[in-house]
């Protein structure tokens, strides 16, 4: 089983910047995709940014050239830099994780962090 705690939500002014992190422990063998997601009050889940093996990246595109998801595998932790937040990027934001550990598959995912982005 593979826990997931994303940090780093908080209140910030529209053009600033807000770093998540997500935090993985447990069996987490070998990773095939991790992303980020959020959620905005009655919208639908969207994908923010996602990377796979290879690594290859993708972003939506509300926040490309705007946010960067990167790893650090020795930390078995996910970020996502955002840069020149807008308000319409309010939202609680998910960490997700894919992959394969002692024969058996996962798809985890945090409890959500929240970003408010307002002046």
């Known amino acids: 089983q593979v826990q997931l705690v994303e940090s780093g939500g908080g209140l910030v002014q529209p053009g600033g910047s807000l770093r998540l992190s997500c935090a993985a422990s447990?069996?987490?063998?070998?990773?095939?995709?991790m992303g980020w997601f959020r959620r905005s009050p009655g919208k639908e889940r969207e994908l923010v940014a996602a990377?796979?093996?290879?690594?290859?990246?993708s972003y939506g595109d509300s926040v490309k050239g705007r946010f960067t998801i990167s790893r650090d595998s020795v930390k078995n932790t996910l970020y996502l830099q955002m840069n020149s937040l807008k308000p319409e990027d309010t939202a609680v934001y998910y960490c997700?994780?894919?992959?394969?550990?002692?024969?058996?598959?996962?798809?985890?995912w945090g409890r959500g962090t929240q970003v408010i982005v307002s002046s």
């Open positions: 997700n994780i894919q992959g394969r550990s002692r024969y058996v598959t996962y798809d985890s």
């Open positions: 447990g069996s987490i063998g070998t990773i095939a995709a």
């Open positions: 990377m796979s093996t290879g690594p290859s990246t």
